[in-house]
């Protein structure tokens, strides 16, 4: 089965930017969406098809695709950011949606 | 608004039988696919199954395929989740979520979560 990799932890400082990676065999040709969750909610879409924002995501969000790695970016990070961010991908071949593993976002 | 309201949770022995729901309004149900996501203790998403729009369609996790069934009544505009032969992995907190319009466009709206917890 198709498996997505991110790396378990990121920090960064406030007004800085972070960078999440996701890992998967030519997830290049694959749409990538990106999920946001805070503890004990619902998960929130942030990031969908690889780049684009839903309404009411912020413009320092943005998302990459190419190759094996894709990369949501959050520019002039807040201390609301601290999240678990997961991407997402359809894999054709098993008919299955695949999470990726997380990454936790602390502000230092 | 849209709202995925989400009921039926609780704590089951191993082996028994429990269905989840979730009410959706705001939005036209019948016209969109939804899904199932659970995410166990301290841990990250399982995607659980979805079911297309009109109900034509099912697919499964590997990992339930044979024990649960995803459903809905666009009469009623709800989702369930029928999960059957639950063992302790099962434990988790079940999602039920909208797919977004348009192909592949990701899970736009999610209910707020309801708890299975599987003990004897």
């Known amino acids: 089965s198709y498996v997505l990799t991110q790396p378990p932890s990121v920090s960064v400082a406030p007004g800085k930017t972070a960078g999440i990676t996701c890992g998967g065999d030519?997830?290049?040709?694959?749409?990538v969406h990106w999920y946001q969750q805070k503890p004990g909610q619902a998960p929130v879409l942030v990031m969908y098809?690889?780049?684009d924002r839903p309404s009411g995501i912020p413009e320092r969000f943005s998302g990459s695709n190419s190759g094996n790695t894709a990369t949501l970016t959050i520019s002039r990070v807040e201390v609301g950011d601290e999240a678990d961010y997961f991407c997402?991908?359809?894999?054709?071949?098993?008919?299955?949606?695949?999470f990726g593993t997380g990454t936790e976002v602390t502000v230092l | 608004q849209v709202q995925l309201v989400q009921s039926g949770g609780g704590v089951v022995q191993p082996g028994r039988s429990l269905r989840l729901s979730c009410a959706a309004s705001?939005?036209?149900?019948?016209?969109?696919?939804m899904h199932w996501v659970r995410q166990a203790p301290g841990k990250g998403l399982e995607w659980v199954a979805v079911?297309?729009?009109?109900?034509?369609?099912?697919f499964y996790a590997d990992s339930v395929k044979g024990r649960f069934t995803i459903s809905r009544d666009n009469s009623k505009n709800t989702l369930y989740l029928e999960v059957k032969s639950l063992t302790i992995e099962d434990t988790a907190v079940y999602y039920c979520?909208?797919?977004?319009?348009?192909?592949?466009?990701?899970?736009?709206?999610w209910g707020q979560g309801t708890l299975v917890t599987v003990s004897s």
């Open positions: 979520a909208r797919d977004g319009h348009g192909s592949n466009t990701g899970f736009d709206h």
């Open positions: 705001g939005f036209t149900f019948s016209t969109y696919a």
């Open positions: 079911i297309l729009s009109d109900a034509t369609n099912e």
């Open positions: 030519n997830i290049g040709i694959k749409s």
């Open positions: 098809q690889d780049s």
């Open positions: 997402q991908v359809w894999d054709d071949d098993s008919d299955h949606y695949v």
